[in-house]
């Protein structure tokens, strides 16, 4: 069972950076692939960015590519989301996810968090 905490959203204008976190519970965090997903108002849920166990390998979606990067820190078990030259189209809940398959974590990961809001003003 892997608990996530997402932290960091918030308001900036277009062209501007945000720095997401996500804590996440559980001894064996280690063992999980972790991603995240946004949802934009009255849109569906699409996957942003993945990171492997080993943290060596790295999956963006191509509306990202270029100004986002994930990263993970084992030993605190938290991994962030760096964004950069934000867009208001940006603008959407940012959620963490974790499954153990690289593959389901960028598709249907088993554990979600909460939830952090994101707003790129123009």
């Known amino acids: 069972q892997v608990q996530l905490v997402e932290s960091g959203g918030g308001l900036v204008q277009a062209g501007g950076s945000l720095r997401l976190s996500c804590a996440a519970s559980?001894?064996?965090?280690?063992?999980?692939?972790m991603g995240w997903f946004r949802q934009a108002p009255g849109k569906e849920r699409e996957f942003v960015a993945a990171?492997?166990?080993?943290?060596?390998?790295?999956y963006y979606a191509d509306s990202v590519k270029g100004r986002f990067t994930i990263s993970r820190d084992n030993a605190k078990n938290t991994i962030t989301l760096q964004m950069n030259s934000l867009k208001p189209e940006d603008t959407a809940v940012y959620y963490c996810?974790?499954?153990?398959?690289?593959?389901?974590?960028?598709?249907?990961?088993?554990?979600w968090g909460q939830g952090t809001q994101v707003t790129v003003s123009s």
């Open positions: 996810a974790a499954d153990r398959s690289l593959t389901k974590v960028r598709r249907t990961p088993d554990y």
């Open positions: 990171i492997f166990w080993t943290g060596g390998s790295t």
């Open positions: 559980g001894r064996t965090f280690s063992s999980y692939a």
